[in-house]
């Protein structure tokens, strides 16, 4: 099976500040790599799939990029409203494994 | 509008079963790929089980492999999940997930889940 690994675990930041989150997949995974967001007591959503496609609806500020087995997540200017947990996702096969989750905070 | 509905869960005892079900409403659920996605209290998302369109591929966790098992019911619009020799390690909210789309996708709309709690 697949491992998706994210870091940090947790973070800390500003309103406007640059956030990256990073996941590594134990191996290739071509572009089936999606992103997460599960605000507090809320269902996760669909952010972005294919690695950088964002999601209907999704603002802008939020953009992913990587290959092969390094991806990034990134909020441009955080906001308070993005405040939650982030979630990789491998679907390149089953089992679709998620990463381990990164909580973002406001500082 | 896309609509997924679970029900089912509740408090079991240990070794107990449970059978969860999700209806869904505002697309063509036949042409739909389906997965069952858990969460422990605290906890993060774990991946929990998969049926494809037709009912004819499944796959399972290896921490619920032979105690749990999916189906739908395309005629009804509805996704079910069997659980059996329910452990307290079985304990969250599940999930029930659509694909976005055909073939190797990520899940595009989730329902509210519902709360399954194995304890004596």
């Known amino acids: 099976d697949i491992q998706m690994t994210q870091s940090p675990s947790s973070l800390s930041a500003s309103v406007g500040d640059r956030v990256t989150i990073t996941c590594r997949a134990s191996?290739?995974?071509?572009?089936?790599l999606g992103w997460y967001q599960q605000k507090p007591g809320k269902v996760p959503e669909l952010l972005i799939y294919?690695?950088?496609t964002l999601q209907s609806g999704v603002p802008s500020r939020f953009s992913g990029s990587g290959s092969g087995t390094d991806f990034t997540l990134t909020i441009s200017s955080l906001q308070p409203e993005d405040v939650a947990t982030y979630y990789c996702?491998?679907?390149?096969?089953?089992?679709?494994?998620f990463g381990q989750g990164t909580k973002v905070e406001i500082k | 509008e896309v609509q997924l509905v679970e029900s089912g869960g509740g408090l079991v005892q240990p070794g107990g079963s449970l059978r969860l079900s999700c209806a869904a409403s505002?697309?063509?659920?036949?042409?739909?790929?389906m997965n069952w996605v858990r969460q422990a209290p605290g906890k993060g998302l774990e991946y929990v089980s998969y049926i494809n369109s037709v009912g004819s591929t499944t796959f399972y966790a290896g921490s619920v492999r032979g105690r749990f098992t999916v189906s739908r019911d395309n005629a009804k619009s509805s996704l079910f999940l069997q659980m059996d020799s329910l452990t307290p390690e079985d304990t969250g909210v599940y999930y029930c997930?659509?694909?976005?789309?055909?073939?190797?996708?990520?899940?595009?709309?989730w329902g509210q889940g519902t709360l399954v709690t194995v304890s004596s």
């Open positions: 294919d690695v950088s």
């Open positions: 996702q491998s679907y390149i096969d089953a089992p679709r494994t």
């Open positions: 997930a659509k694909d976005r789309s055909g073939g190797a996708s990520p899940a595009d709309h």
């Open positions: 505002g697309f063509s659920f036949r042409s739909c790929e």
């Open positions: 191996q290739g995974i071509r572009n089936y």
